[in-house]
């Protein structure tokens, strides 16, 4: 048996039909973790949400922004915009399906057993292990509740950008929606969450720095395995990190990475 970690997946079905050719993945043995963002603007998010319904026993994903914006779409929170490619899934015969499996999904995955932590954006740099695992069952709790269409309506917007300045549970729920799923850069000093710069980290403004570089940052006892940023290119530090987008959706590559003994995957992208 194998786990596996694939990166942003994007909707681009052809590439995610190579690469569980590449893994010669057997849905009896093996497991897929996906690093969130599994649908948007590739060429076909219901397959791939089909793939991943026809095999849910073999398969389980955190979420990422535009699985989360799926969420709102689908329940009428917000209008899909062309480019994310997200109406066609809400159209299709699988929408309720498909919303009811991302609702059960965490904002991070733990895994002791192969000392990984499995995460779309990243960690916020004050943030340990614990207090991040025990903080996001706020969120898995909304979501998966009754009220969960209220939860994602207060989702939205960039404050609180410090944990400490969340003083409500709606506030407290949006900065770890945001942290997880959004964060690529913090300010250098307060370490707050930043979005007005979304470019390669070499391009940023000197008050900014990447969130795994941040000074101070609390160290976890686990590597992370996050996707997200294309621009970073793979990033990989054995000991620490690896960023598994590396833009299929954009003409990259999909990537994944065997958690059984870190061997990467990559497929290139096209139909």
């Known amino acids: 048996m194998a786990t596996y970690v694939v990166g942003d997946v994007q909707g681009c079905w052809g590439a995610f039909r190579r690469l569980l050719s590449a893994l010669s993945f057997d849905p009896q043995n093996d497991h897929m973790v996906f690093a969130g963002d599994l649908i948007a603007r590739g060429e076909d998010s219901a397959a791939v949400m089909q793939w991943v319904l026809d095999h849910h026993d073999a398969c389980s994903a955190v979420l990422g922004n535009h699985d989360l914006n799926f969420l709102a779409v689908a329940s009428g929170l917000r209008e899909a915009k062309p480019k994310d490619r997200t109406q066609q899934l809400v159209d299709s ?56 269409i209220k939860s994602l309506r207060s989702m939205y917007g960039n404050t ?10 709606d506030e407290k729920a949006r900065f770890l929606i945001n942290a997880c799923t959004r964060m690529r850069f913090v300010d250098s000093h307060t370490l707050a969450l930043d979005f007005n710069c979304k470019d390669a980290p070499e391009l940023a403004p000197i008050d900014l720095c990447p969130w795994m570089d941040a000074p101070g940052r609390v160290t976890i006892d686990r590597q992370l395995i996050f996707g997200h940023w294309a621009t970073l290119k793979g990033r990989r530090n054995d000991t620490d990190l690896i960023a598994l987008d590396t833009g299929c959706v954009w003409g990259g590559n999909l990537t994944a990475i065997r958690l059984d003994d870190r061997q990467l995957v990559q497929v290139a992208s096209g139909v």
């Open 160 to 169: 609180p950008a410090h944990f400490r300045d969340a003083q409500t549970n």
């Open 93 to 148: 015969v699988i929408c309720e399906d498909v919303i009811n499996w991302y609702r059960q999904c965490p904002l991070a995955k733990d895994f002791p057993e192969h000392h990984a932590i499995v995460i779309h954006a990243g960690i916020w740099p004050l943030f340990d292990r614990d207090t991040l695992l025990s903080e996001i069952q706020l969120v898995h709790e909304r979501l998966s509740g009754d009220a969960w």
